[in-house]
T-cell receptor, first 114, second 117 residues
Framework: LAKTTQPISMDSYEGQEVNITCSHN???????ITWYQQFPSQGPRFIIQ???TKVTNEVASLFIPADRKSSTLSLPRVSLSDTAVYYC???????????????FGTGTRLKVLA | DSGVTQTPKHLITATGQRVTLRCSPR?????VYWYQQSLDQGLQFLIQ???????AKGNILERFSAQQFPDLHSELNLSSLELGDSALYFC????????????????FGPGTRLTVL
């Protein structure tokens, strides 16, 4: 099973735009891609989801190319409170048996500096 | 507050013991998921139930089992515990059963921190 990979860490300054990419080679055909934010000792919190092209909500944008083998979370004008770990979540379906698993990316630790 | 509750918040036990973690999903959510988060393995999917039936299975050990009850709460049973089972265990719930289609986001509980000594 291919891993769903992300950069381990990123540093940014307040007010900058941050882009975090997730590679997901085995994504299930009909599944949406979802991104989560996690603070220490808390459960992941939903940020945004999409199927293809571009999705935007009040906190982020999500870019998904046509082959859907990757996705990029874009956080506009980050602040100190955006310091957290960010994960993508996809579904992977294997073989004719249709074995299905939910796969979280390896996580990206974002540190926002003043 | 996601609306998902998990008990207990912390659990300390010894190797070889058995524990039960409990999860109550958000009101109206039929799907319940269990995840394990350890430092070296990240967030790992264990198992999913939908309206009482098992729907997807991840890398769940044979020593672990789960069920979803008629009132939709779920329990994760961990037995013959080993040091390596020490981790945060998260429960999540959603309205739908998978990731196909919009509005399928999973809502996570605060987690149970299990320490095996």
């Amino acid at each position: 099973l291919a891993k769903t990979t992300q950069p381990i860490s990123m540093d940014s300054y307040e007010g900058q735009e941050v882009n975090i990419t997730c590679s997901h080679n085995n994504i299930a055909t009909n599944d949406y891609i979802t991104w989560y934010q996690q603070f220490p000792s808390q459960g992941p919190r939903f940020i945004i989801q999409g199927y293809k092209t571009k999705v935007t909500n009040e906190v982020a944008s999500l870019f998904i190319p046509a082959d859907r083998k990757s996705s990029t979370l874009s956080l506009p004008r980050v602040s100190l409170s955006d310091t957290a770990v960010y994960y993508c979540l996809v579904g992977e379906s294997k073989g004719t048996s249709g074995t299905y698993k939910y796969i979280f990316g390896t996580g990206t630790r974002l540190k926002v500096l003043a | 507050d996601s609306g998902v509750t998990q008990t207990p918040k912390h659990l300390i036990t010894a190797t070889g013991q058995r524990v039960t973690l409990r999860c109550s999903p958000r009101s109206g959510d039929l799907s319940v998921y269990w995840y394990q988060q350890s430092l070296d393995q990240g967030l790992q999917f264990l198992i999913q139930y939908y309206n009482g039936e098992e729907r997807a299975k991840g890398n769940i050990l044979e020593r672990f089992s789960a069920q979803q009850f008629p009132d939709l709460h779920s329990e994760l049973n961990l037995s013959s515990l080993e040091l390596g089972d020490s981790a945060l265990y998260f429960c999540a719930s959603s309205v739908v059963v998978g990731l196909a289609g919009p509005h399928n986001e999973q809502f996570f509980g605060p987690g149970t921190r299990l320490t095996v000594l």
